[in-house]
């Protein structure tokens, strides 16, 4: 079993040395429109069938069933080397840039008529639909609205506070730090940091203590980026209903959404969920959304405002803006309807994983990438290396946090080998790779990752 997936690992990682095919610089050098056509026919990325019929070839020794290996082959570039990144970038499906695609074929072949010809229309509708059943809510009881990234979102949302209490915790990725801060300049509201503890963890138990009648946002993440700690999401929002009955849950998704599931719509009136097409959704940039429940969206007044934010907006009245009390009146202007068409393409990949049923296939995700936490923590521990954190995969996200001295150098030791894994420094060059796993991968990668770390070491 051990030579076996050697032997598979180090053929994606050959495979990862294949030259690129460049086709922007050609589509930059290219003086004729028949240069340009040409430069714009090679495939989205190299051959790398070699891996893929190898992984085939062995899939009874290496575990994998035939459900397992056709997902996987909707992902090519996952076998130019190996991807074990919890950065803002996963690697496409071959569904995603196909749907961009069908956008830019729809807006050559009917230029403006695309609004009323074309599918734009239907593609944003199309988004709110999934969003809403991504993150377990429903388009009756909440509504969801696009927005360019999932700091505009969270950003969006604030503005609709004018003062009071926010508590969030010091694990926060960097975005919620700004916004939350900006927010108390702004409003001169009170910010409440809850620390974290030196393993990345901040107990349920010290959030819920830090709610009061004045708190008017509890605003988390998810996970933690800096460990990978996972937020007890009921037990936060049925205490903030308790303790803090005019606060609302702010839940910044972008972590998890798509490898950990959401029930929001069991969670209450009072949760709001942002988040964006990057990690685990591998869409990349231009998808971000917000879910909130209609309750909320009667009550908060945004601040931002554009000719899409007007409840009828190829009506083009004038003067001051009329909101509708959906998810309309988050809106600002056109939206980026290349980043969802993007996003429903991997959206509809994810979903191929579990017959088509997203709402299990992120079910699915959840054991998978749990499983292949599981693999790290085992080999890692196997390798001598530290973990941060000595909690079980259950209250981790989807990436495990590994311990190094020199982490740019190995970071970079990993990246000439064809590894992707990611950096987060602690103090000066020590800091913690994070090793990801994906709803595509398997155990033999992981394991390779984190022998190349131990050697890097």
Not at 95 to 113: F, T
Not at 129 to 144: H, K, M, P, S, Y
Not at 147 to 165: K, Y
Not at 271 to 282: D, E, N, Y
């Amino acid at each position: 079993m051990e030579a076996v997936a050697r032997t598979v690992a180090e053929a994606q990682l050959a495979a990862f040395a294949h030259p690129w095919p460049a086709t922007l610089d050609r589509l930059l050098a290219a003086c004729t429109p028949y240069e340009i056509r040409a430069a714009a026919v090679p495939s989205l990325v190299p051959d790398a069938s070699a891996p893929a019929r190898l992984r085939r070839q062995h899939a009874r020794a290496l575990g994998l069933d035939e459900a397992d290996l056709d997902y996987r082959e909707c992902f090519p570039g996952l076998d130019l080397g190996i991807y074990a990144c919890s950065h803002s970038m996963g690697v496409p499906s071959v569904a995603g840039p196909a749907a961009v695609a069908d956008h830019l074929a729809q807006l050559g072949r009917h230029g403006i008529g695309t609004w009323d010809e074309g599918q734009w229309v239907k593609v944003m509708e199309q988004y709110r639909q999934r969003v809403a059943v991504l993150v377990g809510g429903n388009l009756e009881a909440g509504d969801v609205t696009w927005f360019p990234n999932a700091s505009d979102a969270l950003s969006a949302v604030l503005e609709c506070v004018d003062g009071g209490t926010l508590v969030y915790t010091r694990g926060h990725f960097t975005t919620g730090h700004y916004v939350h801060h900006q927010w108390s300049t702004n409003t001169g509201g009170t910010l409440v940091e809850v620390p974290t503890d030196d393993d990345g963890s901040v107990p349920t138990e010290r959030l819920i203590d830090a709610l009061t009648p004045s708190v008017r946002v509890l605003s988390i993440s998810h996970a933690l980026f800096e460990s990978g700690w996972l937020q007890d999401l009921p037990a936060l929002a049925a205490a903030l209903r308790e303790r803090s009955p005019r606060a609302f849950l702010l839940v910044d998704a972008y972590q998890t959404a798509g490898s950990v599931p959401i029930d929001a719509a069991a969670l209450g009136d009072h949760v709001v969920v942002v988040a964006a097409g990057h990690k685990q959704l591998r869409s990349g940039t231009g998808a971000g959304f917000m879910y909130m429940s209609r309750r909320l969206l009667a009550e908060l007044t945004p601040r931002r405002t554009g000719w899409w934010n007007h409840r009828e907006p190829f009506a083009f009245e004038k003067g001051a803006v009329v909101r509708a009390d959906d998810g309309t009146r988050f809106r600002t202007g056109t939206p980026t309807v290349m980043g969802m068409a993007m996003l429903l393409g991997e959206l509809a990949t994810l979903a191929a994983s579990a017959g088509g049923d997203l709402g299990a296939a992120v079910q699915r995700a959840r054991r998978v990438t749990q499983g292949l936490v599981d693999t790290a923590l085992v080999n890692a521990a196997r390798h001598g290396l530290r973990v941060r954190g000595d909690w079980p995969s259950e209250r981790r996200a989807a990436f495990a946090c590994v311990e190094v001295d020199d982490g740019p150098r190995v970071n970079e030791v990993l990246a000439q080998q064809g590894i992707r894994a990611d950096f987060r420094p602690r103090a000066g060059k020590a800091g913690w790779m994070r090793v990801s796993g994906n709803s595509a991968g398997f155990p033999y990668e992981i394991e390779a990752v984190i022998e190349a770390i131990a050697r890097a070491r």
